[in-house]
């Protein structure tokens, strides 16, 4: 099992740009996560997600989408990134209270 | 205003000895614990949970104590070993599964 899996590893982006960061597990776990990590901070949620068709806002939703088809997938929507949205974006994937992270995004504003 | 505190930003230990990495919360309605461990340039890890009807859980070498009337968490580490050397995080939730994070304790131990 590869467990959670993001693309890209890294990426820049110029400002106004958009991209999508996909997100896959192969656990059947029907809730799942996207969190940033900014620099010296802990993990901040995004949007998550309680099953497919189902998503919600985090902490911090501003400037992002969402949305969940399948069970596996779940990708994160920058529409116009801005250099606030350089961060370290996590995905994670759970059923239970405990949440197994992928490796992580590394964007970049410019 | 930050729910989860971790107010030690960096811990140094010898190895062998015991690590105590401390975690405060505001919200008395959280009910459910968590702490990570977070290599560089990885995705956290799982490492222990708790639950507000417990005080106490252990896992091998790892020990969470919650602390309810004083809305505390602490993680003991013992023995230490060099491999344990990461950041460290707490985690809190009420209900539901959106967790508010701490800012993390970076942990070094000395071989």
């Known amino acids: 099992n590869a467990g959670v899996t993001q693309t890209p590893k890294f990426r820049i982006l110029k400002i106004g740009q958009s991209m999508t960061l996909q997100c896959a597990q192969d656990?059947?776990?029907?809730?799942m996560y996207w969190y940033r990590q900014d620099p010296g901070m802990g993990l901040k949620l995004i949007y998550y997600s309680v099953g497919a068709g189902i998503t919600d806002k985090g902490e911090v939703p501003n400037g992002y989408n969402v949305s969940r088809s399948t069970t596996e997938d779940f990708p994160l929507r920058l529409e116009l990134a801005a250099p606030s949205q350089t961060s370290v974006y996590f995905c994670a994937a759970g059923t239970g209270p405990e949440q197994y992270f992928g490796p992580g995004t590394r964007l970049t504003v410019t | 205003d930050q729910q989860v505190k971790q107010n030690s930003p960096s811990l140094s230990v010898q190895e062998g000895r015991i690590s105590i990495l401390n975690c405060d919360y505001t919200n008395s309605m959280f009910d459910y614990f968590l702490w990570y461990k977070k290599y560089p340039a990885e995705g956290p890890t799982f490492l222990i949970s708790?639950?507000?009807?417990?005080d106490k859980n252990e896992d091998g070498r790892f020990t969470v104590f919650l602390n309810k009337s004083a809305k505390h968490l602490s993680l003991h580490i013992v023995p230490s070993q060099p491999g344990d050397s990461a950041v460290y995080f707490c985690a809190a939730s009420v209900g539901t599964y959106k967790y508010i994070f701490g800012t993390g304790t970076r942990l070094k131990v000395l071989a």
């Open positions: 708790i639950s507000s009807i417990k």
């Open positions: 656990m059947n776990h029907n809730y």
